[in-house]
């Protein structure tokens, strides 16, 4: 090569080839809006002048992504940028589709699943300003470097996966982007067919803009909710496994439609828990005080908070009795396999974190799903969210009682997120989707919020309650996290520590209680919960919270106890 670049037949020039895509493609211009679309933009325009946070709470498939691109669209023409939050890195694959064919090379992504070197081009790239302006990605996009932030849209803004837990620092995007756009004079949109409790709060008192948008896209009706008693159902003896046999005839005549089902159970693996049919015997963690969970695909014992595995065993190790093993619940795997033999000829595909480890698994089952390569889908919560397939008309909902049971007083605001959400993938086109809901508690307040999507009751319902024990919107919460590997030892020091509190805060502390799961990896934990007054002095509040800490904390006895503090714990 050199003795021909000498001759000037070759020239040689640098080139930088990057693992980004800035291919140049057609742009389409954004859809036109409808009419209820059209006056929902122009009343977010309107409460940008007065507030610097609006919250769009719209119906599911009410067109409020249309809505998003055409508020970023704007944004862009005044030379700004924008950041679209998403929850998940599932809803990412969708969307990424959807707003390239709007806003082409000026679009980045960015999450978790994507190597350090690819994220550490989109930084770069943002950094030296060569080329995005849109940036689609999960909580951890707010910490990219924006020139001018114009806008950041947070979509469905009530999810979990926007606080971070583990490790530090523990910050709620949503949060973090209210505080980011006002650093940029930019503003925040919050959207949710479903706000969380806290952010609707803010709107009805005036601290944040609301607007609604209760008219579905194409004015599609929202999907028909039946609900499926199952107490009666296996006394009548109407069940196949964990299938109703209403559930079980919808899905056959869906299918022989040729159109789509999606079937959402909110726990993966095969069955939570074995237990020895002579003795009783359950398989524990040995690290963590909690049961181990089968998972029939590795035939093996996994526990899902330290990641302790042991094969299946083959007598119990308690009584030797050999084959003594029965399964008790039921997670997605169990499902796909009960599913498998009651529909032998659909093609069925589950989606949980055992099936989307990577990146490209993700796309593999989501873009299978869309062009219908998939006839039953089976998922977890990632399933539940802002996902749009045309040809879904059935939603089964196999169990709702775990949702409403959790002790938690988030859990009937989480129920009713959860099901009115997935509720949502029904029916999302052309045509009234079909819901069916099983559960033992038919008569649950929640199950008729969820049925008359009934969002406000459900609102008024929660804040009394919350008021009455003191809970948030009405108060911020501390949660202090004490572990330590000596059980007596945890003892001594949650109880001084929350001794020294109650001196300064009185009855504002509660504990130490123990948490659902009193021990992981090999630490015992204890919980001391904090309710604080909204017009508390957070500067104030954090300063006594530290001395009470430094002075527990600092004796000789104590100096090995680990302490997290998590603000607004979810």
């Given amino acids: 090569l050199k003795a021909l670049t000498d001759k000037n037949i070759f020239e040689t020039y640098e080139k930088i080839i990057g693992r980004l895509d800035f291919s140049e493609n057609e742009l389409q211009k954004p859809a036109t809006l409808n009419e209820f679309q059209a006056k929902a933009l122009l009343e977010i325009e309107k409460k940008f002048k007065e507030k610097p946070v609006v919250l769009l709470h719209g119906v599911t498939s009410s067109g409020k992504t249309e809505l998003y691109i055409h508020l970023i669209q704007k944004v862009l023409d005044e030379g700004k940028q924008a950041l679209y939050l998403v929850p998940e890195i599932a809803l990412t694959t969708q969307l990424t589709l959807r707003l390239k064919k709007v806003f082409g090379k000026k679009l980045g992504v960015y999450h978790s699943k994507f190597s350090d070197a690819e994220r550490t081009e989109i930084w770069n790239s943002l950094l030296n300003d060569k080329g995005y302006e849109v940036i689609i990605g999960v909580r951890s996009s707010i910490f990219l470097p924006f020139r001018q932030l114009g806008l950041i849209i947070v979509d469905e803004e009530y999810e979990t996966s926007y606080k971070q837990f583990d490790p530090a620092p523990r910050y709620h995007a949503r949060n973090a982007a209210i505080v980011l756009a006002s650093m940029h004079g930019a503003h925040t949109l919050l959207g949710s067919a479903t706000p969380a409790i806290e952010s609707y709060f803010n709107a009805v ?223 999302r086109k052309d045509k009234q989707g079909k819901v069916i809901l099983q559960t033992y508690q038919p008569e649950h307040p929640i199950i008729k919020q969820v049925i008359a999507n009934d969002y406000e009751g459900m609102f008024m319902n929660q804040c009394e309650e919350r008021k009455l024990f003191r809970y948030p919107p009405y108060t911020r919460l501390i949660l202090l996290i004490v572990r330590h590997h000596d059980k007596q030892i945890l003892l001594e020091a949650s109880q001084q520590l929350t001794d020294s509190l109650r001196n300064v805060f009185g009855r504002r502390v509660q504990g130490p209680s123990d948490p659902l799961i009193p021990k992981i990896q090999n630490y015992y934990i204890k919980h001391i919960l904090l309710k604080i007054e909204i017009e508390a002095s957070p500067e104030k509040t954090k300063k006594i919270v530290r001395d009470c800490i430094n002075s527990c904390l600092s004796q000789p006895s104590f100096k090995s106890v680990h302490l997290q503090i998590d603000v607004d714990p979810l």
Avoid: W
């Avoid at 990641?307 to 796909?336: N, Q």
């Fill in 205 to 427: 008192t005036g601290k944040y803009g609301l607007v609604k948008l209760n008219q579905r896209f194409e004015e599609i009706s929202l999907p028909e909710i039946k609900i499926i008693n199952l107490k009666e159902a296996y006394h009548k003896k109407k069940m196949t496994g964990h299938f109703s046999d209403f559930l079980i005839e919808e899905m056959q005549k869906t299918l022989q439609n040729k159109e789509q089902i999606i079937l959402f159970q909110n726990r993966r693996g095969y069955a939570p828990y074995l237990e020895c049919k002579s003795c009783n015997f359950i398989p524990k963690c040995k690290n963590c005080d909690v049961s181990l969970t089968y998972h029939k695909i590795t035939n093996a014992l996994t526990c899902h908070y330290c990641g302790y595995t042991e094969s299946y065993p083959s007598s119990c190790p308690s009584c030797g009795t050999p084959a003594a093993f029965s399964t008790h619940g039921f997670g997605t795997e169990k499902i796909e396999d009960e599913i498998k033999k009651i529909f032998p000829d659909a093609r069925i595909n589950r989606m949980d974190l055992d099936t989307t480890r990577s990146r490209k698994s993700y796309e593999k089952i989501i873009t299978d799903f869309e062009q219908y390569k998939i006839d039953i889908l089976i998922g977890t919560q990632m399933i539940t969210k802002g996902l749009d397939f045309d040809k879904v008309s059935l939603v089964g909902i196999l169990n709702a009682d775990n949702l409403l049971n959790f002790p938690d007083f988030r859990s009937h605001e989480r129920a009713f997120q959860l099901l009115s959400q997935v509720s949502g993938r029904a029916g």
